[in-house]
């Protein structure tokens, strides 16, 4: 009886120090994704869902909507987005709060909303624990949501400033994507940031192919552009740099450059990386819906990077997926479509409204006719004057087209631009953001606003920790569930 009790407590004492080293010692991340939509909240989600349903099941008799990468993860929540200025926020702020755990002004980076103090950055906690830290970004890689992760500035608008932190602190081990929007600044007397770059000992890397087959043993440190940069120093709209492809060229897609990043960041001690779909806020505030669908599927196929990564370090690796702030107000539903939407109506544009706006610039230099205009519309939109089809211009829309048409013939100083084209166009090229609107509402969707929103955004998370983004939540405390992943704890104030 002795032996028996003896053993019973030997037993229990091994259960108990076994309970207590599995509380000292909890899982961690070795290898954490961070996946910012720009201005992607639950409307672009859903849209993109449709769109691609309907574009996989083109016989299927109710409607049936696609997962993306993301939206089977484990795990859900909800975020609210807010900052110390707005409801509407901007990004600065949101991604200041993401990577801080504080709320700042709209416009300010990692400073409080006095200017003066800065925020430490959970990069910048990675870096210190022996993580390699890496930033990826479809817009140029000094705009805010990316400098909230590496960055310091009391306005969002110092690009220079930005852009020289990055190569100058020792936060990044990477930086790829876009390119710099003042990479020498405003003073003359300022160096070229790629001059401070080469000082600091970063390795530049260009080109599709270079970019494709990067390996760590490359550079200390590492910067590289997809090399076919448009407006703005990004990557190319996804629905151009498909039709790129299609037409033979060769343009990266973020999906590439996230696996290209991936490649270079991977070692022994892991890595910290955020990655951003920035376009789809662009395009949202645009209100160019097709684009918008195109940059969430392009996004999403950079997460399903990090997925199949995580199949092969399934114990090592936390994958989370937000926005920053919805953009745009999208809405599924319009009044003259009723109960119904016509997703199919929206495959027939071929072009970002950026390239759109240069074919506007051709009409308006060759002073074409608005017939002339009418059949590129047909050509990219799919808009037509063509009786019997779900397409066709009613009397309304043409004329809508025409007095769009007639402001964007002019040049730009002779413009009109009051409160009614303010509502109608947003600043963009008329004709081509009415193009937008028509096509958005045969299809059932519309935007309320070519700005921010202050609508909750949802969150998924897949793998280690991952439980932990289940719930609802403010944005600031991302930055403390991605600090727990990670074993990490922020220093006390």
């Known amino acids: 009886m002795k032996k028996i009790t003896a053993l019973l407590l030997a037993l229990m004492m091994g259960l108990t120090l076994t309970a207590f080293a599995s509380e000292e010692a909890p899982q961690t991340a070795k290898y954490v994704f ?15 869902r449709y769109f691609l349903g309907t574009a996989n099941n ?59 103090n800065p925020f430490k950055l959970v990069s910048e906690y990675a870096k210190e624990a022996g993580k390699k830290v890496g930033v990826v970004s479809t817009v140029s890689v000094d705009h805010a949501t990316p400098a909230a992760f590496y960055a310091k500035s009391q306005s969002r608008n110092s690009y220079y400033d930005i852009a020289v932190q990055a190569f100058e602190t020792e936060t990044l081990d990477l930086l790829a994507g876009g390119g710099f929007k003042q990479p020498k600044g405003k003073e003359k007397d300022k160096k070229d940031v790629m001059e401070i770059a080469a000082e600091n000992e970063w390795t530049v890397i ?3 192919d270079a970019i494709r087959n990067l390996k760590p043993e490359d550079g200390k440190r590492v910067y590289f552009n997809t090399g ?8 190319q709209y996804e629905v151009d740099r498909q039709r790129i492809e299609k037409d033979g060229g ?3 897609s973020l999906a590439e450059v996230t696996k290209s990043a991936i490649n270079y960041l991977d070692n022994e001690n892991g890595f910290f990386m955020m990655v951003e779909g920035g376009k789809i806020d662009w395009a949202c505030h645009a209100n160019d819906a097709v684009t918008t669908l195109y940059e969430t599927i392009g996004f999403a196929d950079a997460v399903q990077v990090a997925v199949d990564f995580a199949k092969e370090n399934p114990e090592d690796t936390l994958i989370v997926v937000t926005g920053d702030h919805e953009t745009g107000g999208l809405a599924i539903g319009f009044a003259t479509t009723a109960y119904d939407t016509h997703f199919d109506y929206l495959f027939t544009q071929n072009i970002s409204y950026e390239d759109f706006d240069k074919e506007v610039g051709k009409l308006r230099e060759e002073g074409k006719s608005f017939e002339e205009a009418l059949e590129l519309i047909q050509k990219c939109y799919g808009l037509t004057t063509e009786e019997g089809s779900g397409l066709t211009l009613t009397a309304d829309e043409v004329d809508r087209l025409e ?12 413009r009109v631009i009051g409160a009614e084209e303010a509502f109608l166009y947003g600043g963009y090229e008329p004709l081509t953001v009415t193009c937008s609107h028509v096509l958005n509402n045969k299809a059932g969707l519309a935007y309320t606003s070519y700005a921010h929103t202050g609508l909750q955004l949802p969150v998924y998370a897949q793998g280690v920790c ?5 719930g609802s939540y403010d944005n600031t405390d991302i930055f403390f569930k991605l600090m727990s992943a990670m074993g990490l704890t922020p220093e006390s104030k």
């Open 34 to 48: 961070f996946f910012i939509g720009d201005g992607m909240g639950s409307p672009q989600v859903t849209a993109t």
């Open 206 to 208: 260009e080109g599709a």
């Open 466 to 470: 991952s439980e932990d983004f289940v």
């Open 250 to 252: 060769d343009s990266l």
């Open 228 to 235: 076919d940069l448009v407006g703005g120093a990004a990557m």
């Open 58 to 116: 083109p016989d299927a008799q109710y409607p049936t909507p696609s997962d993306l990468s993301f939206t089977t993860f484990e795990n859900t929540g909800l975020m609210t987005t807010y900052d110390s200025s707005s409801f509407c926020p901007d990004s600065a702020s949101t991604a200041s709060s993401m990577a801080s755990g504080e709320k700042t002004l709209s416009g300010v980076i990692n400073y409080d909303v006095n200017k003066e």
């Open 403 to 414: 007095n769009a048409y007639l402001q964007s013939m002019l040049p730009y100083k002779q």
